[in-house]
Nanobody, 121 residues
């Protein structure tokens, strides 16, 4: 059974940082890429970052480049998203997902439950 669990969300002031973690089971890094997405009420879920551990590739949305860093811990089947210099517009529910490819929602095969990130001004 495939499972993904996101954690690490919380409330932080603008300029602060958070580290999200996505722990998964039921597949390996060779099977899927791991992506982070976020969604605010009334808006479409958007891609934030993605990692293909087997290809050594990472992708970022323009809005988070230079502030967020995605990394993988292959031994623990975990992906981290280090979020620095947070802005109020980063406030959203963050989801991790297993995807067939990085880039958009179309490649997502499995979703995890989200974790709320709130950045106060």
């Amino acid at each position: 059974e495939v499972q993904l669990q996101a954690s690490g969300g919380g409330l932080v002031q603008a300029g602060g940082f958070l580290r999200l973690s996505c722990s998964f089971s039921g597949f390996t890094f060779d099977d899927y890429r791991i992506g982070w997405f976020r969604q605010v009420p009334g808006k479409v879920r958007e891609g934030v970052s993605c990692i293909s551990s087997s290809e050594g590739r990472t992708d970022y949305a323009d809005s988070v480049k230079g502030r967020f860093t995605i990394s993988s811990d292959n031994a623990k089947n975990t992906v981290h998203l280090q979020m620095n210099s947070l802005k109020p517009e980063d406030t959203a529910v963050y989801y991790c997902a297993a995807a067939r490819y990085c880039g958009g929602l179309g490649g997502v095969r499995y979703w995890g439950k989200g974790t709320q990130v709130t950045v106060s001004s």
